[in-house]
């Protein structure tokens, strides 16, 4: 059963911009915050951003400044608003709940199914 469900991913220009968004169908959220991967063909699995229940954010190097991770518990719903796209972004990107501690993620096992970003340069 699929808990998080990924949607707004698409094909577009460098230097565009795409806004992902991840809505957290679980009943029961184990876990103190949310964070994105992404996936590109060949390549290992890389965390993206993440965001804590108490509004912290953190962010790869490669998208510090391009990227931005937001949630709105009312909603239940984790966001990623990715400007000035490079082709280098582009992989399938996940959505996955997790925990925070001494500074470090630790996921937990809930994934989306993936949502497929293509730049092309």
């Known amino acids: 059963q699929v808990r998080l469900v990924e949607s707004g991913g698409g094909l577009v220009q460098a230097g565009g911009s795409l806004r992902l968004s991840c809505l957290d169908q679980?009943?029961?959220?184990?876990?103190?915050?949310m964070a994105w991967y992404r996936q590109a063909p060949g390549k290992q699995r890389e965390l993206v951003a993440l965001?804590?229940?108490?509004?912290?954010?953190k962010y790869v190097d490669s998208v510090k400044g391009r990227f931005t991770i937001s949630s709105d518990n009312a909603k239940n719903t984790v966001a990623l608003q990715m400007n000035n796209l490079k082709s280098e972004d582009t992989a399938v990107y996940y959505c996955?709940?997790?925990?925070?501690?001494?500074?470090?993620?630790?996921?937990?096992?809930?994934w989306g199914q993936g949502t497929q970003v293509t730049v092309s340069s």
């Open positions: 996955n709940a997790g925990t925070t501690y001494s500074g470090s993620y630790y996921a937990l096992d809930f």
């Open positions: 679980r009943t029961v959220r184990s876990g103190n915050a």
């Open positions: 965001i804590a229940n108490s509004g912290m954010t």
